[in-house]
């Protein structure tokens, strides 16, 4: 068998294609977790806390 250019693209593409959806899989099994949701929230309610004012001298 002798590896061909197109052998190569379908490789690198099909291998791509798998390698993006198993990343994708673990950003969102990582941001849905249970353990994660307290600094996640933390994180979205910062701009939010009272000790951000302007300055009124």
């Known amino acids: 068998m002798t590896i061909t250019h197109d052998l190569l693209v379908w490789f690198s593409k099909s291998f791509g ?11 969102l099994a990582y941001a849905y977790w249970p353990a994660n ?19 009124r001298g």
């Open 17 to 27: 294609l798998f390698y993006l959806i198993g990343l994708s899989l673990i950003v």
């Open 37 to 55: 949701q307290k600094p996640f929230e933390h994180a979205a309610n910062a701009i939010l806390d009272d000790d951000d004012k302007p300055y």
